[in-house]
Nanobody, 118 residues
């Protein structure tokens, strides 16, 4: 099982920015497509962004397109999510994982809380 440790969350005002990081275990990270997900209590976890193994292709949910950027550093076994122009509705716990069709390949990490509030 691949393990994930998310970090970088916090409290930020609307319009602000945060950069999330997810450290991924193992020696095969360079082969992994990766995704960032988020979950609000009482709602299903949603896919926010994905990136291919080499970082050459990315995709975003419509709700974050143009504001969030996913990136991947294969030398550091880390995937990032740069979040700009944050909105109150971006408030959630953010997780990373390996996408697998409509699901994910691995168990979830602890996530990192992002709270956007004035």
């Amino acid at each position: 099982q691949v393990q994930f440790v998310e970090s970088g969350g916090g409290l930020v005002q609307p319009g602000g920015s945060l950069r999330l990081a997810c450290a991924v275990s193992g020696s095969l990270f360079r082969f992994y497509h990766m995704g960032w997900y988020r979950q609000v209590p009482g709602k299903q976890r949603e896919l926010v962004a994905t990136i291919t193994s080499g970082g050459g292709s990315t995709n975003y949910a419509d709700s974050v397109k143009g504001r969030f950027t996913i990136s991947k550093n294969n030398a550091k076994n880390t995937v990032y999510l740069q979040m700009n122009s944050l909105k109150v509705e971006d408030t959630a716990v953010y997780y990373c994982n390996r996408p697998n069709g409509d699901g994910t390949r691995d168990s979830w990490g602890q996530g990192t809380q992002v709270t956007v509030a004035g």
